[in-house]
């Protein structure tokens, strides 16, 4: 099966299964949903969405966040992972947005790599979700889940590898969503450890599922 193919059958599942594919943050403005990504870096969704709603209530803007301090804003995500660091960092991020874009989330990858706490994949996901452009964040399950795939070659050894080759295999409007479809696949069927390829309905051109049964014969 050609590369292609497989290309075509991910998206045509996927399109007709999960057409509506979306983060499971909780959020309810640009704002909220990057400091949640930031939160989120080496964390659950699920324990972030136990910590925010106290934390968006009480700093509900970048002025309040620029405003506070160490002591006062700790703890409020002690529970997350890195909370010292994170801490800095969202301190930090409420600064710069309130003195350098107003207030407002950047709407390109380069600016929002400016703030504190923000890499290349958690700019990815907020012109992806925000702004609806191409990107591509690639985190641990989707580099797992391209490879197993065969979406992608298994010599990449790099996020940025992968996502380039992603965004240049698949059309631009279906990026924003082909993101949350790796994501989720990897978070509930495709896991580490023990994929559950028994449940998968990708195995039909999945590599590593192709690999697998030819061991077993």
Not at 8 to 27: H, I, W
Not at 51 to 61: A, E, I, S, Y
Not at 74 to 93: A, D, E, Q, W
Request: charge should be positive; hydrophobic fraction near 35%.
């Amino acid at each position: 099966m050609t590369r292609k193919e497989r290309y075509e059958k991910f998206v045509a599942y996927f399109s007709e299964n999960q057409p509506e594919a979306e983060t499971e943050l909780n959020y309810d403005n640009p704002f909220e949903l990057l400091v949640a990504v930031v939160l989120s870096a080496q964390c659950t969704d699920k324990r972030i969405n136990l910590v925010t709603p106290k934390l968006f209530q009480d700093f509900p803007t970048p002025e309040h966040l620029a405003a506070t301090n160490f002591d006062e804003l700790f703890p409020y995500i002690r529970s997350v992972s890195y909370p010292n660091n994170k801490t800095k960092h969202l301190i930090g991020l409420g600064k710069m947005l309130v003195e350098d874009f107003g207030s407002e989330i950047p709407q390109t990858i380069e600016d929002l790599q400016k703030l504190p706490g923000v890499g290349r994949k958690t700019a990815n996901v907020i012109t992806s979700v925000v702004w609806n452009q191409p990107s591509m964040a690639v985190d641990t399950h989707v580099f797992r889940v391209s490879k197993r795939l065969g979406l992608v070659n298994q010599n990449l050894t790099t996020p940025l590898a992968v996502e380039k080759v992603l965004v240049k295999n698949l059309d631009k409007e279906v990026i924003p969503l082909a993101h949350h479809w790796l994501i989720l696949h990897g978070r509930y069927t495709c896991l580490a450890r023990k994929p559950k390829c028994e449940e998968c309905n990708l195995i039909h051109f999945c590599r590593y599922f192709e690999k697998k049964e030819k061991i077993i014969r």
